[in-house]
Every structure is written in structure tokens, then in C-alpha cells.
């Protein structure tokens, strides 16, 4: 009876919805056993392979038989030796960067070439290939047999794997996550197992996968090969997708019915969204590239030791980001010093919610645009601990970092420009504030004083910043950290007139919020 209420309530509904996005649905009864030495579709994979890589000189395609054949068997046999997460890194870094291929055919006419795997820019996308495939089989290499319930294959390669759980479970999220980690041979040391069948390992498939998905029909959690079951995440809105589409295509597959009420529709489920926004084509790919990053963490149950965990965007993040950047290209700039510029806006997070990592999927999100990516972004903070917290988190976009320890120092970034992430304070700039309500030793980390700075000789004490203008280019965002403190308080506002440049995103905690851990982007 679970069985029937897994796949009628969940995983039909789900692939269902995924084909009237645009995937091509393949059973996986109509697929040959995939084996664990090649898990991949490689009928997919070889034609899109041409398709992607073409030459410069006329975009015809270069590759031959053996270029795919080599091309196919590097990314297939990627070692497992240091286990599946350092195997997933690997191949993630192929997947967005590619590979070089050594003595290419002659058709290339170069000494190496870089192979993609996918193309990336959203106007190509086209030239993938996107399969859904349920109940695929896979067999490991000692010889068992694995049927996992949904895997979504770009070009042949699987990128995410789904697991579908009946809602009727005790545990339906949790549950199905142990057996993520079981299939991706990197399993939960769980001590309050039920002693349910474990599923065999099939490492091999997942060192391509970027999302695991935990299905229950009325939810679903979204995390990556490393998440623990508390770090799987809902998916609880539709933005910034509209959900006038999502909803549509729901009515096409015959998954929504229209309620009594026309101007009352019934809410749309959190499978439903987590569909409809992550694994649209388009978005997937942006999410794939954009907003999983590797960072390292210090574990508990190991002494302290180091390792590397791959985080994913929550709802918030990525809805933020992604509004974010639809504003620096859509957005009217100022037209005079009286006039709106809607380049800007507030992003407010309530504690815990992952502020800095907004940031850093954002920076990433910018730097990778092809009409953003020479942005200079300045990060402006007010306290002294958050600016060395906020420069190791934004490393992970891997745009270069620096931060300017004295006035003179921001002036010469500033003017320099260029394509960069420049850490700044904002008390750097004169000294000798006073916050309102804010007593000395009142234990707040602020550096009011100027001391660490530097000991420049021109930032002396002043009771209001006087800092001359930089830079006119509007290729400049200023992220402006906790700016409702110094926005509001000694008169420390960060920007007046702006010279232009298209954008003041301020992050702030806001002062009451309904949902802890959740955040909003607002005007």
C-alpha cells in the first residue's frame, strides 16, 4: 500500500509536472540496466557534446569519435578512492569549468581544447537535452541492483536525484534522505534506525549529482550529497518564477483543479514550488552553477577537524539573489537628485537565516553574468568582527577579495575599479561617532575609535564621513551589511548622491518577521 500511495501521490505527480516544463519523460522500463562503470546515458551525451563545442572560427562542431569517447570516459571514471564527496567536487569543477582535452582531433586545429559538458548560458540552453527517468535501475559494481524513484539527466548526465516517500510515513523527509545517503554511498550514521532494508550504494551515479530531492507529495526538502537530514530545506515559494505559470502548468498535467472560488485558488504545495522553481531547465542550470557552493566546516563528532560540505540555496537566498540582479538590469537608474533610483533595495533576514551566504550567492550570481560580471562590489560594514566573517564567506564566489584597511586605501579600490569584491567600515571614514543608545562598554564590537585600522595619518577624527567621490562608473554595487544601524544612527549613510552607479542593496535584520530563518526582499 506504501508502494502505490509513493508512486500515485508523489513521484507520478512530480514527473508529471516536470514534463509540462519541457522534460522529456523516459521510463525506466524502456532503459537498459545502467552499470555503475558508466552511469550514464552516453546516447544523450555523445550528440550533445557535438552540439556544445564548436569552433570559434565558425561555430561548427570539431568533435570526432575519439574526442567523445575520451571526453565520455574521463568524466565516467572520476576515482572514488578518497570517497564520493571528494569524487562529486571533481566533477562539478568539470561540469562548470570543463575539461582539457590533450591533442584533440584535427578538425579543432589547436594543441588542447576544452571540452563543455553543458552549456551554460541561458540563451543556448537549448542545446541540451534535458530526460527525466523513474524507477531507473542501476547495478553497482559487486553486483546489486538499485531502483531509485526519479533522476533528472542533462545531456545524459544525472544532476539530480529524487527520492518519494509516502506522507503517511512517521518520518517521510527524514527517511527518505537516509536513503539519498545510502544510494550515494555516503551514508547517515543513524542511531535511530528502524531497521529497514538499506538500500545498496551506487557512488558512481552520484559523483555528477548537484541536488538531492526528498519528495512526500504535499513537501519537499532540497539539500546536496553531503547534507544531513536537518540541513535538507522546503521550498516555500513560487518566486521568482510567477506562479500565474506555475499554475498553468499544473492545470496542463492535470494536477490542479480550480477551486469554488475563481478569485481564491487553492495554495500551491511545496512540491509543487520546489518543481516548479529549481528544477525548471533554465533554473536548474542557474542554480547548479550559481547557488551550490563547496565550503568548509569544522565537525563536531571528529575533534574539530575540517571538511568540505556542499551548500545549496534556501528559498530566501535564492529569491533574494535572483531579484537582486533582475533589478541592476531592469531597474531605472536616478535621472537627477530627486528622482528614484529603483537600482537599490533592502534584503531583511531574520537571525540565522544565512545573511552572508545571500551575499556570497549573489556576488557569484553577478560575477558570472555575462552583463554584470565586471561589477565592483563594495561591502560595507559596521562592525569589526563581521568584516573578516563576511571576507572568508564571500571567497566562495571566487572573485578576488580585498579589503581596505584605511581611507586612502578604499580611495585608490575605488577608483581602480575593476572586477572585485572590497571590504570597507564605514567608521574608516571619520571617526568619533556616537549611536544612539549605545553606551561605552555596552559590549557591542564596533571600531568607533579607529584603532586597527591601519594607523593612517589622514583619518582623523570628524563628527560626520568626508569622503571625496571615487568612481562614476555604474559598474558598482554597495552591499551595505546592517545598514538600519548605521543608516539611522550619527549620521553615517553610507551613500548620498551615488554618481550613478546602479545599485545600494542594504541587508538588515528587520524588526519583526513571522518565519524564524527566512528572509525578504522588499523596496
Known amino acids: 500500500m506504501v508502494v502505490h500511495v509513493e508512486r500515485d501521490e508523489v513521484e507520478r505527480p512530480l514527473v508529471a509536472q516536470l514534463e509540462a516544463m519541457g522534460w522529456t519523460h523516459v521510463p525506466g522500463v524502456e532503459l537498459d540496466t545502467l552499470d555503475a562503470a558508466e552511469p550514464l546515458l552516453v546516447d544523450q551525451l555523445a550528440p550533445a557534446l557535438r552540439r556544445i563545442n564548436l569552433r570559434g572560427s565558425d561555430g561548427q562542431p570539431w568533435m570526432g569519435e575519439d574526442d567523445i569517447r575520451r571526453a565520455v570516459g574521463e568524466l565516467a571514471s572520476l576515482s572514488l578512492g578518497k570517497g564520493v564527496v571528494q569524487a562529486n567536487l571533481a566533477a562539478t569543477d568539470m561540469l562548470l569549468h570543463g575539461w582539457t582535452l590533450p591533442s584533440p ?33 542501476v547495478r553497482s559494481r559487486s553486483g546489486e541492483l538499485s531502483i531509485l524513484d526519479v533522476v533528472l539527466f542533462v545531456n545524459g548526465i544525472p544532476l539530480v536525484a529524487v527520492e518519494c516517500k509516502s ?47 526528498a519528495a512526500t507529495g504535499g513537501t519537499a526538502h532540497l539539500g546536496t550529497v553531503t547534507s544531513e537530514p536537518e540541513h535538507f530545506h522546503p521550498w516555500r515559494s513560487a518566486e521568482p518564477e510567477e506562479e500565474s505559470t506555475l499554475r498553468r502548468e499544473l492545470r496542463t498535467a492535470g494536477l490542479l483543479a ?29 542554480v547548479v552553477r550559481h547557488y551550490v557552493i563547496p565550503m568548509a566546516v569544522e565537525s563536531d563528532a571528529d ?66 553574468h555575462h552583463e554584470l560580471s565586471e561589477f565592483m562590489v563594495v561591502v560595507v560594514t559596521d562592525r569589526t568582527q563581521l568584516q573578516p566573517q563576511l571576507s572568508r564567506t564571500l571567497k566562495l564566489s571566487e572573485s578576488d577579495v580585498e579589503t581596505a584597511k584605511t581611507r586612502t586605501q578604499m580611495e585608490g579600490l575605488l577608483r581602480d575599479g575593476g572586477r572585485r569584491v572590497v571590504f570597507g567600515m564605514i567608521q574608516k571614514y571619520g571617526t568619533g561617532f556616537t549611536f544612539a543608545g549605545e553606551a561605552e562598554g555596552s559590549g557591542d564590537d564596533r571600531d568607533l575609535t579607529g584603532e586597527g585600522t591601519g594607523g593612517s595619518e589622514d583619518e582623523s577624527p570628524g563628527p560626520v564621513p568626508v569622503f571625496p567621490e571615487c568612481n562614476r562608473s555604474p559598474d558598482i554595487l554597495v552591499l551595505v551589511d546592517e545598514a538600519h544601524r548605521s543608516h539611522t544612527s550619527g549620521g553615517l549613510a553610507v551613500v548620498g548622491e551615488r554618481g550613478g552607479a546602479p545599485g545600494v542593496l542594504r541587508t538588515e535584520q528587520p524588526p519583526a518577521v513571522p518565519e524564524q530563518g527566512e528572509g525578504r526582499i522588499g523596496g
Not at 111 to 118: F, M
Not at 259 to 286: I, M, S
Not at 336 to 361: A, Y
Request: aromatic share 4%; net charge positive.
Open 105 to 137: 582531433s584535427a578538425a579543432h586545429g589547436g594543441p588542447s581544447a576544452t571540452v563543455q559538458y553543458v552549456e551554460w548560458h541561458p540563451d543556448l540552453v537549448v542545446r541540451n537535452t534535458f530526460t527525466v527517468v523513474d524507477q531507473l535501475r
Open 167 to 213: 506522507p503517511d510515513l512517521a518520518e517521510p523527509v527524514r527517511s527518505a534522505v537516509l536513503d539519498l545517503r545510502h544510494y550515494a554511498g555516503n551514508p547517515v550514521l543513524d542511531l535511530d534506525a528502524t531497521g529497514a532494508p538499506v538500500p545498496a550504494g551506487v557512488p558512481e551515479l552520484f559523483r555528477t549529482v548537484q541536488l538531492l530531492v
Open 258 to 286: 480550480d477551486g469554488p472560488d475563481p478569485a481564491a485558488p487553492p495554495p500551491l504545495g511545496e512540491q509543487q514550488k520546489l518543481v516548479g522553481v529549481v528544477l525548471r531547465p533554465t533554473a536548474l542550470l542557474n
Open 303 to 368: 575533534g574539530g577537524a575540517v571538511r568540505t560540505v556542499k551548500a545549496v540555496a534556501r528559498h530566501h537566498q535564492y529569491r533574494a539573489a535572483e531579484k537582486a540582479v533582475r533589478r541592476l538590469l531592469t531597474g531605472r537608474a536616478r535621472a537627477g537628485r530627486d528622482t528614484e533610483d529603483e537600482h537599490g533595495g533592502v534584503i531583511w533576514h531574520t537571525q540565522g537565516s544565512g545573511k552572508s551566504l545571500t551575499m556570497t550567492f549573489l556576488v557569484r550570481r553577478v560575477h558570472l
